[in-house]
């Protein structure tokens, strides 16, 4: 069963917030995506994306957030640090769950709609996995953004053939679910990142020949 502590709920709170500032238009859904992966050194590797649906009567297409600097002609280096925060407060409340579990999870997602806040833990051993980055992150947009055979490309197609075809592991996964934190929150009217807060340095790194996507970025600590 998940525990869930008063630190915990802070870093959910501030999750929100951090999320909440960064749209900068009205919005109706909110869908993310984090992994955070430890491999040898104590190094943290992983990524973050995520896509929210903006406010209107139709649904419209989802807005990939490494898109928003130029859909809203923002300065993205600036912004891109909006997404290194970010992603250390998800690695944050990942270091609050090691205190308390003995194997912890490796990914997460969360949803944001109808005044609710679902986190989604996944336990799947990512670094044995036999999807990699590049292949969970069309399984997960196919699970949580309706995108189906009929609105994705022929290789992407394979892909989703291939994991809802294939035989199906039992992974250990768990939620919670909240009324969303409300608050006056700024978003990017103000933009601004001085003194937002302090937080680790994080280097974007991928392979050169690695198959990635506008709607992901990989993330590790320095060594």
Not at 49 to 64: C, H, M, S, T, V
Not at 99 to 118: G, H, Q, Y
Not at 119 to 147: C, V
Not at 151 to 178: A, H, P, W
Request: no cysteine; charged share 35%; proline share 2%.
């Amino acid at each position: 069963m998940l525990t869930t502590t008063r630190k915990i709920k802070e870093i959910y709170e501030d999750i929100q917030r951090k999320i909440f500032y960064m749209i900068p238009e009205k919005w109706d859904e909110v869908y993310l995506y984090a992994s955070v992966i430890e491999r040898f050194g104590n190094v943290e590797t992983g990524e973050l994306f995520f896509y929210y649906i903006p406010k209107g009567l139709l649904r419209k297409n989802p807005i990939n957030v490494y898109e928003i600097p130029s859909k809203f002609n923002l300065e993205e280096s600036e912004y891109l640090r909006l997404v290194e925060l970010l992603y250390d407060k998800i690695k944050d409340l990942r270091r609050e769950f090691k205190k308390i579990e003995e194997k912890t999870w490796s990914n997460l997602t969360i949803t944001i709609k109808n005044m609710k806040f679902l986190i989604e833990y996944d336990y799947e051993d990512l670094q044995n996995s036999e999807f990699d980055s590049y292949q969970r992150h069309i399984i997960w947009r196919s699970k949580y953004l309706n995108m189906g055979l009929e609105k994705v490309s022929k290789d992407e197609r394979e892909i989703l053939k291939r994991y809802y075809t294939g035989e199906k592991n039992l992974i250990r996964t768990e939620s919670y679910e909240e009324g969303i934190y409300i608050k006056d929150i700024k978003n990017l009217v103000d933009f601004d990142t001085e003194n937002y807060e302090s937080t680790q340095n994080v280097e974007y790194v991928a392979s050169k020949n690695a198959k990635k996507t506008k709607n992901q970025i990989l993330m590790s600590d320095d060594e």
